[in-house]
């Protein structure tokens, strides 16, 4: 097959971005995220957003999608979508090689699985008419055009049920779409490794100052529930911080969201397998092994 995308993916807390960096220096190549939090300015050391991890032999490997939105501000599964090809063609553009890396399924899975989303046509005019709708008559528009969604969170704030209703009305492509064939290396080294790495990089993420990331959002006036939306590390802080919790359990809570959050993404890359999706198991993130891989499968142009 002559692939188009080199796709790093695994569960969390098992070196994704650090290989695909190393891989990106050795073959010309740029990345775009395809993480649904480190999208958002501020969120950076529960999201994980290492950036020295893009740093490799001193050259900072170019890198899209991370730090580009505001809270509380949202960003979904249509604006990863439509911003992968805007990036995917400037990489192209420079003779760069595209790599993709993260680990939200359903981004990896949206270009991977060549999902046919689509655009909203006048789509300001929509999102003023719906803004001034109540919440019970947003949802009842949702289910008008969309009796079947997967995704029970679009009903989680009106928010999210106008952009809902937004992509269930798209009518038309998403510009420079092009269909991708992808070179997917998967890093998993066992969930009692990724379990002990988890708790690992908790504690370490907790002394570098993590909960003093989510006062510091708060105190810019983010809601705690727009936090809490943000799931794991934000949810579990923000309602300790506001005294819904203790310290204790904050974390002990945590780390088994963390853990069984990594346990649904192996489950969802188990998916793409048996729907036909080719993916380069690997224990660990070995560059090595990684390179003999793209060296035998992609064919450079």
């Known amino acids: 097959m002559n ?14 971005t650090k290989l695909a960096a190393q891989l990106a220096y050795h073959f010309n190549g740029e990345i775009i995220s395809a993480d649904s939090r480190q999208v958002y300015k501020h969120l950076n050391i529960g999201t994980g957003k290492d950036l020295s991890d893009y740093i490799i032999e001193g050259k900072q490997i170019k890198h899209y999608m991370i730090d580009v939105i505001e809270l509380p501000d949202e960003f979904n599964l249509f604006d990863f979508y439509k911003n992968f090809f805007q990036y995917y063609h400037l990489i192209r553009t420079k003779n760069k090689t595209p790599f ?36 019970d008559e947003l949802k009842n528009i949702l289910l008008e055009v969309n009796p079947n969604p997967h995704n029970i969170t679009d009903f989680a704030s009106k928010e999210r049920i106008i952009r809902a209703i937004i992509v269930a009305k798209a009518q038309k492509q998403v510009e420079k779409k092009v269909e991708i064939h992808s070179l997917n290396i998967g890093i998993n080294p066992g969930r009692e490794i990724v379990k002990k790495r988890i708790k690992e990089r908790l504690e370490k993420r907790l002394n570098e100052g993590m909960i003093q990331e989510v006062e ?36 002990n809570d945590l780390y088994k969201a963390i853990c069984a959050f990594a346990k649904r993404q192996m489950t969802w890359f188990r998916k793409m397998e048996k729907e036909g999706v080719k993916i380069f198991w690997l224990p660990e993130a070995d560059f090595e092994r990684a390179k003999e891989i793209v060296k035998s499968n992609y064919e450079f142009v």
């Open 3 to 16: 692939y188009n995308l080199i796709t790093i993916l695994g569960p969390t807390a098992v070196g994704k």
């Open 100 to 135: 993709l890396v993260g680990g939200t399924g359903l981004y990896l899975s949206s270009v991977i699985q060549n999902y046919d989303l689509k655009e909203v046509e006048n789509e300001k005019e929509l999102f003023d008419f719906l803004q001034q709708k109540s919440l």
């Open 216 to 251: 510091s959002l708060l105190k810019k006036n983010i809601s705690p529930e727009r936090l809490i939306r943000l799931g794991l590390e934000y949810k579990f802080i923000t309602e300790y911080l506001i005294g819904r919790i203790s310290f204790e359990q904050m974390q």
